[in-house]
């Protein structure tokens, strides 16, 4: 199966800064890669599909990049609403992979 | 935009069986794929099998062989039947759909707790 991995594995911010998180596929997975949002007793949400599409009615301060084996999620001006873990998913195999998350916590 | 529920979690032994559900509403198109994702106390989200809209399926490797994803399209309910359950089972297991074959997966349910005790 395809490895996903992803970086760092938390890290610690402000209200209004800037983040990159990284997600690194073992192989070439053209652009077949989603980014997900989840919290806590919560379902997980979808905020970029396509490596780099902005899936509808999320804010546009969240941004996907990359394509082959690497890919970054970059969240600008953060928001208290945005402390949660981020997931990366590869869909170009028949059996998809998740990465194994970044914590995104307020400093 | 449509909603997903699960239902069928609970308590079951190891080396038992459950049936776990996803009732979906107001999902205005057929969608191309539905998803069981689980989540184990304290880990990350685990892909666990796919079902495409004409009946592909697929498995992680650990559930290959014991778990077996379908659905009832008449119904809009999609179903994974688990046998042989195991210690590592143990999780919250959410459905998601996915609209087409280029989409993330866009609808999910709340999810439904699987504890599997020896």
């Known amino acids: 199966a395809i490895q996903m991995t992803q970086s760092p594995s938390s890290l610690s911010a402000s209200v209004g800064d800037t983040v990159t998180l990284t997600c690194r596929a073992s192989q070439d997975i053209k652009n077949d890669l989603g980014w997900y949002q989840h919290k806590p007793g919560k379902a997980p949400k979808l905020l970029i599909y396509g490596a780099t599409s902005l899936q509808s009615g999320v804010p546009s301060r969240f941004s996907g990049s990359g394509s082959g084996t690497d890919f970054t999620l970059t969240i600008s001006n953060l928001q208290p609403e945005d402390f949660a873990t981020y997931y990366c998913l590869q869909d170009y195999d028949y059996v998809w992979t998740f990465g194994q998350g970044t914590k995104v916590e307020i400093k | 935009e449509g909603q997903l529920l699960e239902s069928g979690g609970g308590l079951a032994q190891r080396g038992g069986s459950l049936r776990l559900s996803c009732a979906a509403s107001?999902?205005?198109?057929?969608?191309?794929?539905m998803t069981w994702v689980r989540q184990a106390p304290g880990q990350g989200l685990e892909w666990v099998a796919g079902i495409l809209s004409g009946g592909l399926t697929d498995y992680a490797d650990s559930v290959k062989g014991r778990f077996t994803v379908s659905r009832d399209n008449s119904q809009s309910t999609l179903y994974l039947q688990m046998n042989s359950l195991k210690g590592e089972d143990t999780a919250v297991y959410f459905c998601?759909?996915?609209?087409?074959?280029?989409?993330?997966?866009?609808?999910w349910g709340q999810g439904t707790t699987v504890t599997v005790s020896s």
């Open positions: 998601a759909h996915r609209r087409g074959p280029s989409d993330g997966l866009d609808v």
């Open positions: 107001g999902l205005t198109s057929r969608s191309y794929a």
